[in-house]
């Protein structure tokens, strides 16, 4: 009768069950992914709070009068300038 093999464990490289390499992020990578999780989670928090409905529950405004005050007419240019 064969003896059983002693079982040897994998070294701490060597590709977990589902077959994808386990991999660390450096230090600098972590905090980087934190502060963007942090920060996406403040800017939702922000956008929820005073962006999510307008202030005034029957304030609608036309889009017309809206682009015509944000979007300024282009000047026209005078013909003895010179510039």
């Given amino acids: 009768m064969p003896e059983p093999r002693p079982s040897v464990s994998p070294p701490s490289g060597?590709?977990?069950s589902w077959g994808?390499?386990?991999?660390?992020?450096?230090p600098l990578a972590r905090d980087i992914v934190i502060?963007?999780?942090?920060?996406?989670i403040?800017?939702?928090?922000?956008?929820?709070?005073?962006f999510r409905t307008p202030?005034?529950?029957g304030m609608k405004m036309?889009?017309?009068?809206?682009e015509e005050r944000l979007i300024?007419?282009?000047?026209?240019?005078e013909p003895g300038n010179g510039r």
Avoid: D, M, N
Avoid at 20 to 26: D, E, G, Y
């Fill in 35 to 40: 502060a963007l999780v942090v920060k996406a």
């Fill in 62 to 66: 036309e889009t017309l009068a809206v």
């Fill in 14 to 16: 060597a590709l977990p």
């Fill in 55 to 57: 202030t005034a529950p």
């Fill in 42 to 50: 403040v800017l939702y928090g922000l956008w929820y709070a005073f």
């Fill in 20 to 26: 994808l390499p386990r991999r660390r992020f450096s």
């Fill in 72 to 77: 300024a007419p282009i000047a026209p240019s």
